[in-house]
Nanobody, 127 residues
Framework: QLQLVESGGGLVEPGGSLRLSCAAP????????IGWFRQAPGKEREGVSC????????IYADSVKGRFTISRDNAKNTVYLQMNSLKPEDTAVYSC????????????????????WGQGTQVTVSS
């Protein structure tokens, strides 16, 4: 069973940066599209970004476009979410998810398309 592990969350001041990582110890992510999602207290989970299997296609939610960058290093079996110019409204639990032979095209990722999920990592943007 594929298990995903997120890391890199923490407390950062507005305008700061964080890089989240999504790894799959003991498994290869070569055949999985990866999505990043976030859920703030009292709000529904929302899709933030996704990356295709070979990294040729990426999608971003409008709220993070130009500030967040998703990338993958298949040799390291890791997907990253670089988050710059962070805002208080970015505060949430961020989770990565994997879709076997999935796609990353069109609109932002939706939860239903992903079968494997990590536990999440907390990102708090506050002064």
């Amino acid at each position: 069973q594929l298990q995903l592990v997120e890391s890199g969350g923490g407390l950062v001041e507005p305008g700061g940066s964080l890089r989240l990582s999504c790894a799959a110890p003991g498994f290869t992510l070569d055949y999985y599209a990866i999505g990043w999602f976030r859920q703030a207290p009292g709000k529904e989970r929302e899709g933030v970004s996704c990356i295709s299997i070979i990294g040729s296609s990426t999608i971003y939610a409008d709220s993070v476009k130009g500030r967040f960058t998703i990338s993958r290093d298949n040799a390291k079996n890791t997907v990253y979410l670089q988050m710059n110019s962070l805002k208080p409204e970015d505060t949430a639990v961020y989770s990565c998810a994997a879709a076997y032979r999935g796609r990353c095209t069109g609109a932002v990722p939706t939860s239903q398309a992903y079968s494997y999920w990590g536990q999440g990592t907390q990102v708090t943007v506050s002064s």
